[in-house]
Nanobody
Framework: VQLQASGGGLVQAGGSLRLSCAAS????????MGWFRQAPGKEREFVAA????????LYADSVKGRFTISRDNAKNTVYLQMNSLKPEDTAVYYC??????????????????WGQGTQVTVSS
């Protein structure tokens, strides 16, 4: 599967952005989807994940209550709605896919497929 992330940009603290990740192919619904982020000088970290049906989700504590992951299997797309953004949310955001078992690992090495990343910058 090939992944294409979009929707990043510059936003003020407290603002919102919605990231999208479009997947190629007809097997999108067979993948668990995740979002990760990487800030300069830091390791890539888990943000959120969603199961194949979209009924179960998992979030990092740092974004719980502010971010929402969702998917539309008819459109082969996964979303990350980000509200109440903070400067510490500044990072390159990556979408990822894997055909593992739910609940899925939050470690980046557990995902086999990655998009190219989209920059999110939150100004204070």
């Amino acid at each position: 599967v090939q992944l294409q992330a979009s929707g990043g940009g510059l936003v003020q603290a407290g603002g919102s952005l919605r990231l999208s990740c479009a997947a190629s192919g007809r097997t999108f619904r067979s993948y668990i989807m995740g979002w990760f982020r990487q800030a300069p000088g830091k390791e890539r970290e888990f943000v959120a994940a969603i199961d194949r049906s979209g009924s179960m989700t998992l979030y990092a504590d740092s974004v719980k209550g502010r971010f929402t992951i969702s998917r539309d299997n008819a459109k082969n797309t996964v979303y990350l709605q980000m509200n109440s953004l903070k400067p510490e949310d500044t990072a390159v955001y990556y979408c990822a896919a894997d055909q593992g078992i739910w609940p899925h690992s939050t470690r980046s090495f557990a995902y086999d497929y990655w998009g190219q990343g989209t920059q999110v910058t939150v100004s204070s």
